[in-house]
């Protein structure tokens, strides 16, 4: 069975910092390229970041560059998002998948507030 299991959500204050992860079972992580989307109260999907599935290449939307991490352990079978200068926009339920979206999990609460 298939399964993406996210953590390390919670209520932060704005400017502060959250390091979400993402430990995947049931497939061969290390063959796939893995992404974060994040979805906010009343808005669609949104693509937050991507890394190669051997970990060298990544990608990020403009909205989180700079501030945003992502990493992944093969061996560990698990994905990372360090998110820092958190603000209140990136308050959302965060999620892990396969790059494309073949597998999600089901996601973790993030919210940003003072």
């Not at 190669?52 to 990544?58: E, K, Q, Y």
Request: charge should be neutral; aromatic fraction near 10%.
């Amino acid at each position: 069975e298939v399964q993406l299991v996210e953590s390390g959500g919670g209520l932060v204050q704005p400017g502060g910092s959250l390091r979400l992860s993402c430990a995947a079972s049931g497939f061969l992580f290390s063959n796939y390229d893995m992404s974060w989307v994040r979805q906010a109260p009343g808005k669609g999907r949104e693509w937050v970041s991507t890394i190669h599935s051997g970990g060298a290449g990544t990608a990020y939307a403009d909205s989180v560059k700079g501030r945003f991490t992502i990493s992944r352990d093969n061996a560990k079978n698990t994905l990372y998002l360090q998110m820092n200068s958190l603000n209140t926009e990136d308050t959302a339920v965060y999620y892990c998948q396969t790059y494309g979206g073949l597998y999600r999990g089901q996601g973790t609460q993030v919210t940003v507030s003072s």
